[in-house]
């Protein structure tokens, strides 16, 4: 399946943003569903995953603020992101293993 990043945009500190990663096929039998985020400079890194039927598992830097959702109807998976910080400002990618292949992301900014 493509995976299709949608949702960023420019947003104050400790806002809020929801990103939305939709599916061209049916992530119904896709076990493992990531969100990743790659800033200036710096390597891609994972940001959080969902395993299963809800399985989660956070990076240490937005444990607490960040919460990844699937809704397998809609074929699409979520990142809410609570509490942004000027260092959360990236590009988000949403990818399956064995992430091989990524798709345009979509740009997150946070600054005042």
């Known amino acids: 399946v493509q995976l299709v990043e949608s949702g960023g945009g420019l947003v104050q500190p400790g806002g809020s943003l929801r990103l939305s990663c939709a599916a061209s096929?049916?992530?119904?039998?896709?076990?493992?569903m990531g969100w990743f985020r790659q800033a200036p400079g710096k390597e891609r890194e994972l940001v959080a995953l969902i395993v299963g039927a809800g399985g989660t598992h956070y990076a240490g830097s937005v444990k607490g603020r960040f919460t990844i959702s699937r809704d397998n109807g809609e074929n699409t998976v979520y990142l809410q992101m609570n509490s942004l910080k000027p260092e959360d400002t990236a590009v988000y990618y949403c990818?399956?293993?064995?992430?091989?292949?990524w798709g345009q992301g979509t740009q997150v900014t946070v600054s005042s």
């Open positions: 096929g049916s992530i119904f039998s896709i076990n493992v």
């Open positions: 990818n399956t293993p064995p992430y091989d292949t």
